[in-house]
C-alpha cells in the first residue's frame, strides 16, 4: 500500500531511537543517566493532581467547547497581565491538544502548498514537520552565536521572499535555549508586518527564564501568533495540554479547525490546569525554576572543565547545545557510543539542525545535580578515549 508523500517529508526523530536503546540498557541493569529527552523530571504539581482528580470525581468528563473551558481561557488572560503586562482577551485563546495542537491549527490556518516559511536552524524538529505537511516550503536560516542562536529581524529581513507567508521562532529556543528580548521581538514583529506576512512564536518554555525576566510576544506584538503549553514550566507533559494566541479575525477559522480536528482539548486536564495558577502551585513551580537554574549552573561549570561549555550561556528552557567538532563530525555516532561505553543518553544535532547537525549534541539538564556531576565524570572519560 502507498501512503501519502507529504510523510516524506517528515524526518524521524532519532532521540527515540536511542531512548529505546537506554531503556533496554536500564533493564539489563546498567545505571543510565538520562539526558535526552526534553521533560521536567519534577512530578506534576500537587495542587494540579488535586484539582484533576476533584474533576474526575465529579464527573467533569464531557467535551468543552472547542476554543476551551471559558474558566481556563480567563486564567491563561489573566497570566499574560499579571506576568507579561499583556492584556490579551480570553476570546482570542484557544486551548489545545498540547502545544502540538496549538501548531497543528496555526500550521493549518496560516500557509498552503507553495508558501514559504522562514525558521531558524537549529529549531524543533517538529516545527518544521507541520509546516511540511502544511505542504509549505522551508527556508532554514542558519544562526549561531552572532545573532544569539535567534531568528532577528535582521535575518528576517535578508531571507524573505516574495513566496514567504510565515516567519517562526523560539524563545526560549530548543535546543538552544536562548532568547529574544522585548525591543526584539517588535523589531522582527515590524519587520514581518512590513512585509504583511504573519508571525507565529514558539513560546513553549516561556517561564523556564535565568538570568533575564521572561517576555512575551503577545505583550509586544498583539497581531503575532503565540503558542504555549502547560507541559515544561508548569510541570504537566502527559496531560496534553497547550493553548494558542490568535489575532481576533483568526478565531472563528481556528475554531472551525479545532471542531474538526480535536474537538476539544482533554477536559479533566483542563480543570486541573486551573490550579497551576494559583498562588501555591506558582510558589512550587518558581523553586523549581531555581533549581534548574542551579543546575545549569553546575552543568556548565563542568563542561567548561572539559573545553565544552558553549560561549553563549542559554537563558532558558533546559538545554545545552555543545559543538562536538574536535571530536567528531556524527553526532549520532557519538551519542550511540556515549551511551553504550559510559551509559549517558544525550541527543545528536541531527535532529534539531539541517545544518551543523552532526557536529552538535543537545544535553537536558533534567536530572539531579549529582547525576549531572556523574554525567560530565563519564563524558570526561569518553573524550579522554576519543
Not at 551509559?343 to 543537545?362: L, Y
Request: proline share 6%; glycine share 6%; hydrophobic share 45%.
Amino acid at each position: 500500500m502507498s501512503f501519502s508523500a507529504r510523510l516524506d517529508r517528515v524526518q524521524p526523530f532519532r532521540v527515540m531511537s536511542l531512548l529505546e536503546v537506554a531503556q533496554a540498557r536500564e533493564a539489563a541493569g546498567h545505571d543510565v543517566i538520562h539526558l535526552e529527552i526534553g521533560e521536567p523530571d519534577f512530578p506534576t504539581p500537587e495542587p494540579v493532581i488535586a484539582a484533576g482528580q476533584q474533576a474526575l470525581a465529579a464527573g467533569r468528563t464531557r467535551y468543552t467547547p472547542a476554543a476551551g473551558l471559558p474558566a481556563l481561557r480567563e486564567a491563561i488572560a489573566g497570566h499574560y497581565a499579571e506576568h507579561f503586562g499583556a492584556q490579551v482577551d480570553p476570546a482570542r485563546i484557544i486551548v489545545t491538544p498540547g502545544a502540538s495542537g496549538a501548531l497543528l491549527l496555526a500550521s493549518q490556518l496560516l500557509v498552503q502548498r507553495g508558501d514559504r516559511v522562514l525558521m531558524a536552524d537549529p529549531t524543533y524538529p517538529c516545527n518544521r514537520h507541520f509546516m511540511a505537511l502544511a505542504e509549505a516550503e522551508l527556508d532554514t536560516v542558519a544562526v549561531g552565536p552572532d545573532s544569539d542562536w535567534q531568528l532577528n529581524a535582521e535575518l528576517i529581513e535578508r531571507h524573505w521572499r516574495d513566496e514567504t507567508r510565515l516567519a517562526m521562532l523560539a524563545t526560549p529556543s530548543n535546543p538552544t535555549g536562548h532568547t529574544l528580548d522585548a525591543d526584539q521581538l517588535a523589531a522582527v514583529a515590524d519587520t514581518v508586518a512590513a512585509r504583511r506576512g504573519a508571525l507565529l512564536v514558539d513560546e513553549i518554555y516561556q517561564g523556564l527564564n535565568y538570568d533575564v525576566a521572561p517576555v512575551s510576544a503577545a505583550a509586544v506584538a498583539p497581531e503575532a501568533y503565540v503558542v504555549n503549553s502547560f507541559s515544561k514550566y508548569f510541570g504537566m507533559t502527559g496531560w496534553r495540554l497547550g493553548w494558542l494566541v490568535a489575532p481576533s479575525d483568526a478565531v472563528e477559522p481556528l475554531t472551525r479547525l479545532a471542531q474538526n480536528i480535536f474537538l476539544a482539548a482533554p477536559t479533566p486536564s483542563q480543570h486541573a490546569a486551573l490550579a497551576a495558577f494559583t498562588p501555591a502551585c506558582r510558589d512550587e513551580l518558581e523553586r523549581r525554576r531555581g533549581e534548574l537554574h542551579r543546575r545549569r549552573d553546575a552543568l556548565l561549570d563542568g563542561l567548561a572543565g572539559l573545553g565544552l561549555a558553549p560561549s553563549l550561556p542559554p537563558q532558558g528552557a533546559f538545554y545545552l547545545w555543545l559543538d562536538i567538532s574536535r571530536y567528531s563530525r556524527d553526532s549520532l555516532s557519538f551519542c550511540r557510543r556515549l551511551l553504550e561505553e559510559e551509559n549517558v543518553a544525550i541527543t545528536p544535532g541531527i535532529d534539531f539542525a539541517v545544518t551543523g547537525g552532526e557536529h552538535h549534541v543537545r544535553i537536558a539538564f533534567t536530572a539531579e545535580r549529582a547525576r549531572l556531576e556523574e554525567a560530565v565524570a563519564r563524558l570526561g572519560r569518553f573524550l579522554a578515549r576519543q
